[in-house]
């Protein structure tokens, strides 16, 4: 029996506001990078296995349309070396809805916490009409991710 997916209706959340000016493609990708578990085998195949921590990181980038209200808003997240001690720190969410294609929906679910905007956005000059001159992406990296399946 086949088994179907139909996906739609996304929803990428910064501190609980929901962000709404998208550009075309991909719009926001998380990037878990550590591994949840690290492994070392010695004699006799005797082996260790430790939890890591760093396993829990991830970095959300998300693309909006440049001057667009969350534009300014995620711009305003941006640390300011002068008042970095008092940097309030960046919480989010992703919420991914997956049908079956008879009528049920999944939600997975991706919390964040512990988040900073971690570098300036790039800009884009282009004369050849390129529309990626009018997109503007943001890097926000957490220390918490994770992820349930309801």
Do not use: C, H, W
């Not at 929803?11 to 926001?28: A, E, K, S, T």
């Not at 921590?53 to 995620?74: C, F, P, Q, Y």
């Not at 969410?93 to 294609?101: F, L, M, N, R, Y």
């Amino acid at each position: 029996m086949a088994i179907y997916a139909l996906t739609g209706d996304d929803q990428i959340i910064i501190n609980q506001v929901p962000l709404n000016d998208f550009p075309d493609g991909d719009i926001g990708t998380l990037s878990i990078q550590n591994t949840v578990a690290e492994m070392t085998t010695g004699k006799d195949a005797n082996t260790i296995f430790a939890l890591n921590e760093a396993g829990r990181n991830a970095v959300l980038t998300i693309r909006v349309l440049m001057s667009s209200s969350d534009d300014k808003r995620l711009n305003g997240l941006i640390p300011q070396s002068n008042k970095f001690a008092s940097y309030s720190l960046v919480e989010g969410s992703i919420i991914k809805q997956i049908g079956d294609g008879a009528g049920n929906i999944s939600y997975n679910t991706y919390l964040l916490s512990g988040g900073m905007v971690n570098k300036l956005p790039d800009i884009k000059i282009n004369v050849n009409g390129d529309g990626q001159q009018a997109v503007v992406e943001y890097q926000i990296m957490f220390a918490l991710a994770s992820r349930a399946i309801q």
